[in-house]
Structure formats: C-alpha cells, structure tokens
C-alpha cells in the first residue's frame, strides 16, 4: 500500500452522514474545511463541499469506491441489526485502501447490556480495533432526539408502561458531534472517555416532562418489568457511565423546550 500524503482537500469519508448524527457532524466537518465524502444507499444531488457516493454496507456495493482516496472515514451508519457485517465490510475496504484513521460512534453499555443490537455496536468496535488501522471509538449515551421518538410512541398509549429500574442519560446529538468531528479531526485516539447527557432521568421523570410541555393529561402508569439478563443489567444501571465521562451541558427540559411545540 503506497501512503500519500494528506491534504485538506482529500475527501473524508461519512457513512450515515444523512441521519440524525450526521446531520450535525457533516456540516462542523465542512467548517473545518474539509472536503466531505458521503455514503447513501440511494443518490443525492452534491451540495457545497459535499459528494453523496452510491453504495450500501450490507451488501458491499460501493464501499471499495467510497472509501477509495480516502485517508479517514467517520463511522455513523447504524441499524437495530447487522451493525456488525456492515462494518466488517467497511473495514476490509478501508485495510485495502489508504485509509489511516477509521473514527465510529458505539453506544454506553455496549459490553455490559446483553441486548443483541449492543452486541453488534460491541462486535463493530472489535473490527474496527482488529483492523490494523488507526482508530478511534466513541462511546455515547441515548440521544435526546431518540428519546423524545421513544417517549412520543409511549405517551399515545392509554396507559404509559414505565419499566422498573430503567434510567437513561440523554445526550443531545449536537454535542456529541463536536465531540466526534473533534476526534476524526485528531490523530486516531482508541477508546476515548464515553459521552453522557448531564442528568440521569427514569422514563417516568422523562414521559413527565413531555406530557407538561404538550399539555397532555397524565396516564395512568404500568409498571413492566424487563425480563432476563437485560432487564438485571438495566435494574442496576449498567446501561449508564457515572464515572470519568466527558458530560454533556443540554439537559432534556432544554431540549424539549427548543423541540416540542405546545
């Protein structure tokens, strides 16, 4: 493999720049003045800096072009299954190309929730540490925005199921893509410090908080219990960082407050 040197016009690539997370990262990218490469399973127009490549991770189409003359590639594509095939192939693309750092967003507790999704987040990351590139891997806790989709489909409910023991540490997805684009940015760091919102709130708290800004009457709560081993793991908040994190400043109140109209 021939190395050719970097330049601020060498394409860095994004995989899952269209998505919640890449939507604040793409643009801090474009501001440090990097020229932004972007993987989309369906073709868009380029816009300023921006060229949308065709190509899908699941299936390989594409990523030996994507990742081609490129030196660092931010990992956001992320699906609730085969996480774990797509970056694999992801990387076996990057290791034949000239791709030094190889930056991916993973998610709190990815080794300590047995939840099948965790575990590809947890398997990406062991691709992406095996590789024999440059890496660096971010681990970050439940993004507001998911959180407000979750606590939406709850509060339409007759009844608001509230699972025991079950705590979250929303983070809002802005500054976790200062945070990234500052790494992908850096020499290849390795596991860096997990990042978490600045409150730890139980989904009642959460669905309260909701229901108060809309309006919306109060439902009565069904208490559910998390069966198995992930419901212990999230009883005894293995899901949460509450030590050495970098935190977050939005809380949840802020965020509703900019995103939800009365």
């Not at 990218?29 to 060229?51: H, K, M, N, Q, Y």
């Not at 750092?101 to 990351?125: F, M, Q």
């Not at 806790?141 to 489909?153: G, V």
């Amino acid at each position: 493999m021939t190395h050719h040197a970097s330049t601020p016009s060498t394409p860095l690539l994004v995989t899952g720049g269209t998505g919640t997370l890449g939507g604040h990262a793409v643009p801090l990218l474009r501001e440090a003045g990097r020229d932004i490469r972007v993987l989309t399973r369906s073709p868009r127009p380029d816009a300023d800096g921006v060229t949308y490549v065709t190509g899908d991770l699941r299936t390989g189409a594409g990523v030996e072009a994507a990742v081609d003359g490129v030196h660092t590639v931010l990992h956001l594509a992320g699906g609730p299954k085969g996480d774990d095939e797509a970056t694999r192939t992801l990387v076996r693309a990057a290791a034949r190309a000239d791709v030094r750092h190889l930056a991916y967003i993973s998610v709190v507790g990815a080794d300590r929730v047995p939840l099948a999704w965790l575990r590809t987040k947890l398997e990406s990351e062991r691709a992406i540490a095996d590789s024999g590139l440059g890496w660096t891997v971010l681990r970050a806790a439940q993004f507001h925005e998911l959180t407000l989709t979750m606590i939406e489909k709850m509060t339409r409910l007759p009844v608001l199921p509230v699972p025991g023991g079950l705590r979250l540490q929303p983070v809002a997805a802005r500054e976790v893509a200062v945070r990234l684009a500052e790494l992908t940015l850096a020499e290849p760091s390795g596991r860096v410090p997990d990042m978490t919102g600045p409150e730890v709130l139980d989904l009642a708290t959460l669905a309260r908080s909701y229901l108060d800004l809309r309006g919306g009457r109060r439902r009565p709560k069904l208490p559910v219990r998390i069966p198995g081993k992930a419901g212990r793991a999230y009883r005894s908040g293995r899901n949460l960082t509450l030590e050495d994190a970098l935190v977050g400043k939005v809380t949840w109140a802020e965020f509703l407050a900019e995103r939800v109209a009365v």
